[in-house]
Nanobody, 123 residues
Framework: QLQLVESGGGSVQPGGSLRLSCTASGFTLDYYAIGWFRQAPGKEREGVAC????????DYADSVRGRFTISRDNPKNTVYLQMDSLKPEDTAVYYC????????????????RGQGTQVTVSS
């Protein structure tokens, strides 16, 4: 079965950190760009970060730039999202998605999409 699985979500206080993982099963991520998205209650899903298949091209949403870091470990078939200096407004379900080739903006354009992991930032 071809799937992406997110892990690493949880509850953290403002200013804290979490590291999310996106692991593929049934296929290799080597040739896929990986995007992280999030969706907060009552809001539309938004792109957070994206990394190209080679890792040489990375893009962040303005709201997370300087606080979040996306990286990939192809031998482990995993992409990470390191989230530091978390804020309450970062609370959302976080999803990863894989697209053959380069990053795209639209969630529905990605070839594979995960089921999400909850991140809650609250004091």
């Amino acid at each position: 079965q071809l799937q992406l699985v997110e892990s690493g979500g949880g509850s953290v206080q403002p200013g804290g950190s979490l590291r999310l993982s996106c692991t593929a099963s049934g296929f290799t991520l080597d040739y896929y760009a990986i995007g992280w998205f999030r969706q907060a209650p009552g809001k539309e899903r938004e792109g957070v970060a994206c990394i190209s298949s080679t890792g040489r091209s990375i893009d962040y949403a303005d709201s997370v730039r300087g606080r979040f870091t996306i990286s990939r470990d192809n031998p482990k078939n995993t992409v990470y999202l390191q989230m530091d200096s978390l804020k309450p407004e970062d609370t959302a379900v976080y999803y990863c998605a894989a697209e053959w080739g380069g990053c795209v903006r639209d969630w529905y354009e990605f070839d594979f999409r995960g089921q999400g992991t909850q991140v809650t930032v609250s004091s």
